[in-house]
């Protein structure tokens, strides 16, 4: 069975830990052992979001520094915060759209640099790659799409036991019906960034 170390990071409002749950969903659609936890706070606030999502098998749903498979990101500098989880030759799935922090909003602090932070990525990963998720969502239908072309996108690389199309099928068993085909194009426009 493929195993899988998957790290998510973002911040309160991108839909990190809706992320995480619809690709656990997918996960036991095809009867894979899943084991998911996350930690989150002031999230309200903009705050940093973390979870975890671990295919194959794992006992806890902790993943130290260095262990992660994969870094999935669905914010530029959340994504460097986090490159310490990743481990030698793993990959990197980020959102290349900044949400400001408040520090940088009031002028008081200054972003990073996307392409230091795509520099740095590349340096610690195997593969990286960043997509406008934000621009994706917005393509789909609703800004809020940008997680679920994020899933998309990832699930095109490869990298886990999960295709696309098994995606889109636990999207339309778990989402209201309402926001079921902006999803659907949402995971399409993903996978589109990455071919």
């Known amino acids: 069975m493929a195993k899988a170390r998957i790290f998510f990071t973002g911040v309160g409002g991108?839909?990190?830990l809706t992320a995480t749950i619809?690709?656990?969903?997918?996960?036991?659609?095809?009867?894979?052992?899943?084991?998911a936890g996350e930690v989150h706070g002031?999230?309200?606030?903009?705050?940093?979001?973390?979870?975890?999502?671990?295919?194959g098998g794992f006992k806890s749903p902790r993943?130290?520094?260095?262990?992660?498979d994969i870094l999935l990101g669905f914010e530029p500098l959340e994504t460097l915060r986090a490159l310490p989880y990743l481990k030698a030759n793993g990959t990197v799935v980020s959102n290349s759209e900044p949400i400001a922090p408040i520090g940088v909003t009031m002028g008081r602090e200054t972003y990073p640099d996307l392409d230091a932070i795509v520099a740095k990525a590349e340096s610690c990963a195997a593969r990286t790659l960043?997509?406008?998720?934000q621009t994706l969502g917005?393509?789909?239908g609703a800004v809020q799409c940008g997680n679920v072309a994020l899933l998309g996108a990832l699930c095109a690389t490869g990298t886990i036991p999960l295709t696309p199309a098994e995606l889109a099928d636990t999207v339309k068993n778990s989402l209201k019906p309402k926001i079921?085909?902006?999803?659907?194009?949402?995971?399409?426009?993903?996978?589109?960034?990455?071919?």
């Open 22 to 35: 619809i690709l656990a969903q997918a996960a036991m659609a095809k009867g894979l052992e899943v084991t």
């Open 130 to 133: 960043f997509l406008p998720c």
């Open 42 to 55: 002031m999230a309200q606030r903009g705050g940093v979001v973390e979870s975890t999502l671990l295919i």
């Open 180 to 195: 079921v085909d902006m999803n659907l194009r949402a995971i399409e426009l993903g996978v589109q960034a990455v071919s």
């Open 63 to 68: 993943i130290a520094h260095g262990e992660a």
């Open 138 to 140: 917005i393509k789909a």
């Open 14 to 16: 991108q839909g990190t």
